[in-house]
Protein backbone atom coordinates (compact mmCIF):
# COMPACT_ATOMS: atom_id res chain seq x y z
CA UNK A 1 0.00 0.00 0.00
CA UNK A 2 1.17 3.63 -0.95
CA UNK A 3 -0.45 5.32 2.58
CA UNK A 4 -0.95 8.18 0.07
CA UNK A 5 -3.24 10.00 2.00
CA UNK A 6 -1.75 8.89 5.67
CA UNK A 7 1.97 10.86 4.38
CA UNK A 8 0.09 14.03 3.48
CA UNK A 9 -1.09 14.34 7.26
CA UNK A 10 2.07 12.35 8.85
CA UNK A 11 5.13 13.81 10.23
CA UNK A 12 7.08 10.68 9.53
CA UNK A 13 6.10 7.63 8.37
CA UNK A 14 7.44 4.13 8.87
CA UNK A 15 5.91 0.94 7.77
CA UNK A 16 7.56 -2.59 8.72
CA UNK A 17 6.72 -5.93 8.04
CA UNK A 18 7.06 -7.89 11.17
CA UNK A 19 7.79 -6.22 14.49
CA UNK A 20 6.84 -7.20 18.33
CA UNK A 21 5.47 -3.61 19.73
CA UNK A 22 5.13 -0.24 17.60
CA UNK A 23 5.16 1.54 21.06
CA UNK A 24 7.83 -0.34 22.06
CA UNK A 25 9.74 0.59 19.05
CA UNK A 26 8.95 4.65 18.84
CA UNK A 27 9.72 4.21 22.97
CA UNK A 28 13.36 3.09 22.19
CA UNK A 29 14.12 4.95 19.05
CA UNK A 30 13.41 8.09 20.88
CA UNK A 31 15.46 6.97 23.76
CA UNK A 32 18.16 6.85 21.52
CA UNK A 33 17.76 9.88 20.16
CA UNK A 34 16.24 8.88 16.40
CA UNK A 35 14.01 12.03 15.07
CA UNK A 36 10.46 11.55 15.46
CA UNK A 37 8.43 14.90 14.57
CA UNK A 38 4.45 15.14 15.73
CA UNK A 39 2.46 12.81 14.00
CA UNK A 40 5.24 10.46 13.31
CA UNK A 41 3.85 6.77 12.16
CA UNK A 42 4.95 3.66 12.33
CA UNK A 43 2.57 1.06 11.75
CA UNK A 44 2.69 -2.28 10.44
CA UNK A 45 0.14 -5.37 10.06
CA UNK A 46 2.12 -7.99 11.54
CA UNK A 47 2.61 -7.27 15.68
CA UNK A 48 3.63 -10.05 17.65
CA UNK A 49 4.04 -8.52 21.12
CA UNK A 50 1.37 -5.64 21.40
CA UNK A 51 0.05 -4.78 24.72
CA UNK A 52 -3.38 -3.03 25.71
CA UNK A 53 -4.35 -1.85 29.42
CA UNK A 54 -2.93 -3.28 32.57
CA UNK A 55 -0.33 -4.89 30.51
CA UNK A 56 -2.99 -7.03 28.62
CA UNK A 57 -0.87 -8.85 25.75
CA UNK A 58 -3.16 -7.69 22.33
CA UNK A 59 -2.43 -10.37 19.38
CA UNK A 60 -3.80 -10.83 16.06
CA UNK A 61 -3.25 -12.91 12.99
CA UNK A 62 -0.51 -11.87 10.87
CA UNK A 63 -2.17 -9.61 8.18
CA UNK A 64 -5.31 -9.58 10.15
CA UNK A 65 -4.91 -6.17 11.91
CA UNK A 66 -3.43 -2.54 11.79
CA UNK A 67 -1.50 -1.77 14.26
CA UNK A 68 0.53 2.03 14.71
CA UNK A 69 2.05 4.27 16.88
CA UNK A 70 1.77 8.09 16.67
CA UNK A 71 4.36 10.30 18.16
CA UNK A 72 2.50 13.10 19.40
CA UNK A 73 4.43 16.45 20.46
CA UNK A 74 2.72 19.49 21.78
CA UNK A 75 4.79 21.72 23.93
CA UNK A 76 2.20 24.19 24.50
CA UNK A 77 -0.50 21.97 26.42
CA UNK A 78 0.75 21.71 29.79
CA UNK A 79 1.26 19.75 31.57
CA UNK A 80 -2.50 19.15 33.45
CA UNK A 81 -4.06 19.20 30.10
CA UNK A 82 -1.81 15.95 29.01
CA UNK A 83 -4.32 13.62 30.66
CA UNK A 84 -6.60 14.46 28.01
CA UNK A 85 -4.43 13.18 25.21
CA UNK A 86 -5.77 9.26 25.41
CA UNK A 87 -9.50 10.42 25.37
CA UNK A 88 -8.57 12.56 22.44
CA UNK A 89 -7.37 9.93 20.43
CA UNK A 90 -9.96 7.81 21.39
CA UNK A 91 -12.05 10.57 19.75
CA UNK A 92 -10.33 10.79 16.98
CA UNK A 93 -10.81 6.91 16.29
CA UNK A 94 -14.33 7.05 16.57
CA UNK A 95 -14.44 9.85 14.10
CA UNK A 96 -12.16 7.88 11.87
CA UNK A 97 -13.74 4.47 12.31
CA UNK A 98 -17.87 5.98 11.55
CA UNK A 99 -16.04 8.11 8.30
CA UNK A 100 -16.15 4.44 6.96
CA UNK A 101 -19.03 2.89 8.57
CA UNK A 102 -22.09 4.66 7.48
CA UNK A 103 -25.36 3.37 9.19
CA UNK A 104 -23.53 1.73 12.40
CA UNK A 105 -23.15 3.43 15.86
CA UNK A 106 -19.59 3.99 16.81
CA UNK A 107 -19.15 4.85 20.43
CA UNK A 108 -16.37 5.17 22.68
CA UNK A 109 -15.57 2.65 26.45
CA UNK A 110 -14.14 5.09 28.81
CA UNK A 111 -11.54 6.18 28.14
CA UNK A 112 -10.64 5.02 24.45
CA UNK A 113 -12.27 1.80 23.82
CA UNK A 114 -13.56 2.15 20.05
CA UNK A 115 -17.25 0.30 19.60
CA UNK A 116 -19.28 0.07 17.08
CA UNK A 117 -22.51 -2.07 16.50
CA UNK A 118 -25.36 -2.35 13.69
CA UNK A 119 -28.91 -0.77 14.96
CA UNK A 120 -30.18 -2.86 17.58
CA UNK A 121 -27.14 -5.39 18.20
CA UNK A 122 -24.53 -5.59 20.94
CA UNK A 123 -21.88 -2.84 20.65
CA UNK A 124 -18.01 -4.65 20.14
CA UNK A 125 -14.77 -3.47 20.12
CA UNK A 126 -13.21 -2.67 16.98
CA UNK A 127 -9.99 -0.95 18.38
CA UNK A 128 -8.27 -0.52 21.02
CA UNK A 129 -5.73 2.47 22.23
CA UNK A 130 -2.75 3.13 24.66
CA UNK A 131 -1.19 6.18 25.52
CA UNK A 132 2.67 6.20 26.99
CA UNK A 133 5.15 8.25 28.13
CA UNK A 134 9.02 8.29 26.59
CA UNK A 135 12.38 9.32 27.38
CA UNK A 136 11.75 12.89 25.89
CA UNK A 137 9.53 14.61 27.72
CA UNK A 138 8.08 16.31 24.98
CA UNK A 139 7.02 13.55 23.28
CA UNK A 140 4.20 11.00 24.05
CA UNK A 141 3.41 7.59 22.20
CA UNK A 142 -0.27 6.84 21.36
CA UNK A 143 -0.63 3.12 20.36
CA UNK A 144 -3.60 2.43 18.32
CA UNK A 145 -5.13 -1.69 17.12
CA UNK A 146 -7.42 -1.71 14.94
CA UNK A 147 -9.21 -5.36 13.55
CA UNK A 148 -9.42 -3.72 10.04
CA UNK A 149 -8.59 -7.41 8.25
CA UNK A 150 -9.64 -10.13 10.91
CA UNK A 151 -12.00 -12.54 9.82
CA UNK A 152 -15.08 -13.48 12.38
CA UNK A 153 -13.71 -17.02 12.48
CA UNK A 154 -10.75 -15.48 13.98
CA UNK A 155 -11.97 -13.21 16.69
CA UNK A 156 -10.60 -13.71 19.97
CA UNK A 157 -13.39 -12.72 22.22
CA UNK A 158 -17.08 -12.47 21.88
CA UNK A 159 -16.95 -9.13 22.82
CA UNK A 160 -14.09 -7.82 19.92
CA UNK A 161 -15.45 -7.23 16.62
CA UNK A 162 -13.73 -6.40 13.01
CA UNK A 163 -14.31 -4.55 9.63
CA UNK A 164 -15.25 -7.89 7.94
CA UNK A 165 -17.27 -9.22 10.61
CA UNK A 166 -19.70 -5.80 10.07
CA UNK A 167 -19.54 -6.80 6.69
CA UNK A 168 -17.19 -3.99 5.46
CA UNK A 169 -14.02 -3.16 3.80
CA UNK A 170 -12.01 -0.67 5.53
CA UNK A 171 -9.67 1.64 3.79
CA UNK A 172 -6.52 1.55 5.83
CA UNK A 173 -4.76 4.89 4.26
CA UNK A 174 -8.33 6.62 4.83
CA UNK A 175 -8.68 5.98 8.25
CA UNK A 176 -5.07 6.38 9.60
CA UNK A 177 -4.73 9.82 7.56
CA UNK A 178 -8.50 11.15 9.34
CA UNK A 179 -7.85 9.54 12.33
CA UNK A 180 -3.77 11.43 12.17
CA UNK A 181 -6.49 14.73 11.35
CA UNK A 182 -8.74 14.95 13.84
CA UNK A 183 -5.98 13.82 16.90
CA UNK A 184 -4.23 16.86 15.45
CA UNK A 185 -6.82 18.85 15.45
CA UNK A 186 -8.07 18.25 18.86
CA UNK A 187 -4.67 18.26 20.33
CA UNK A 188 -4.24 22.06 18.97
CA UNK A 189 -7.44 23.30 20.19
CA UNK A 190 -6.50 21.57 23.78
CA UNK A 191 -3.30 23.78 23.59
CA UNK A 192 -5.09 26.79 22.37
CA UNK A 193 -6.98 26.56 26.06
CA UNK A 194 -4.31 26.16 28.22
CA UNK A 195 -5.10 22.11 28.34
CA UNK A 196 -8.44 23.15 29.62
CA UNK A 197 -11.01 20.31 27.97
CA UNK A 198 -14.07 22.44 28.46
CA UNK A 199 -13.14 25.92 27.16
CA UNK A 200 -11.54 23.57 23.59
CA UNK A 201 -14.34 21.16 23.09
CA UNK A 202 -12.40 18.62 23.63
CA UNK A 203 -14.95 17.48 26.70
CA UNK A 204 -18.27 17.73 24.67
CA UNK A 205 -16.84 15.63 21.92
CA UNK A 206 -15.77 12.76 24.08
CA UNK A 207 -19.06 13.12 26.25
CA UNK A 208 -21.52 13.09 23.17
CA UNK A 209 -19.58 9.83 22.16
CA UNK A 210 -18.79 7.90 25.63
CA UNK A 211 -21.62 5.04 25.65
CA UNK A 212 -20.28 4.47 29.46
CA UNK A 213 -22.21 7.80 30.83
CA UNK A 214 -25.48 6.74 31.98
CA UNK A 215 -24.94 3.02 32.89
CA UNK A 216 -24.18 0.76 35.61
CA UNK A 217 -20.16 -0.29 35.78
CA UNK A 218 -18.22 -2.32 37.72
CA UNK A 219 -14.22 -0.73 37.55
CA UNK A 220 -11.13 -3.05 38.69
CA UNK A 221 -9.10 -0.53 39.94
CA UNK A 222 -5.02 -0.31 40.22
CA UNK A 223 -5.17 -1.23 43.68
CA UNK A 224 -7.08 -4.39 43.50
CA UNK A 225 -10.68 -3.40 44.81
CA UNK A 226 -13.25 -3.02 42.35
CA UNK A 227 -16.02 -0.11 42.18
CA UNK A 228 -19.72 -0.50 41.45
CA UNK A 229 -22.16 2.37 40.83
CA UNK A 230 -23.42 4.47 37.62
CA UNK A 231 -21.07 6.21 35.57
CA UNK A 232 -22.35 9.79 35.62
CA UNK A 233 -19.73 11.86 33.60
CA UNK A 234 -16.95 12.77 33.05
CA UNK A 235 -15.13 15.87 35.23
CA UNK A 236 -12.96 18.45 33.48
CA UNK A 237 -9.88 16.17 33.97
CA UNK A 238 -11.13 13.74 31.87
CA UNK A 239 -11.88 11.08 34.95
CA UNK A 240 -14.99 9.23 35.29
CA UNK A 241 -17.18 10.17 38.20
CA UNK A 242 -18.93 6.95 39.38
CA UNK A 243 -21.95 7.33 41.90
CA UNK A 244 -22.36 4.44 44.23
CA UNK A 245 -23.63 6.16 47.31
CA UNK A 246 -20.57 8.73 47.05
CA UNK A 247 -19.34 10.63 43.97
CA UNK A 248 -16.09 8.96 42.99
CA UNK A 249 -13.30 10.49 39.95
CA UNK A 250 -11.50 7.74 38.56
CA UNK A 251 -8.72 8.29 36.36
CA UNK A 252 -7.00 4.57 35.83
CA UNK A 253 -9.13 1.48 36.36
CA UNK A 254 -10.45 -1.32 34.15
CA UNK A 255 -14.66 -0.52 33.21
CA UNK A 256 -16.87 -3.27 32.60
CA UNK A 257 -20.57 -2.09 31.68
CA UNK A 258 -22.90 -4.26 33.87
CA UNK A 259 -26.48 -5.58 31.87
Known sequence: MSWERTRTVAGRMVEVAQTGSTNADLARAIAQGEEWPHLGVLLTHDQQAGRGRLDRRWVAPPGAALALSVVVRVPDLPLAGRGWIPLVAGVAMQRAVAAQTPGIRVCLKWPN???????????????????????????????????????????????ATSFPALGLECDEDALVADYLTALDDLLRGLARASGDAVASGAHAAATAVCTTLGRDVAVSLPDGTTLRGRATELAPDGRLVVADGDRVAVSAGDVVHVR
Do not use: M, W
Not at 124 to 131: E, H, P, Q, T, Y
Not at 145 to 159: A, E, K, S, Y
Open 113 to 159: DVLVAHEGDELRKICGVLAEGTADPDAVIVGTGVNTRLQPIDLPVPT
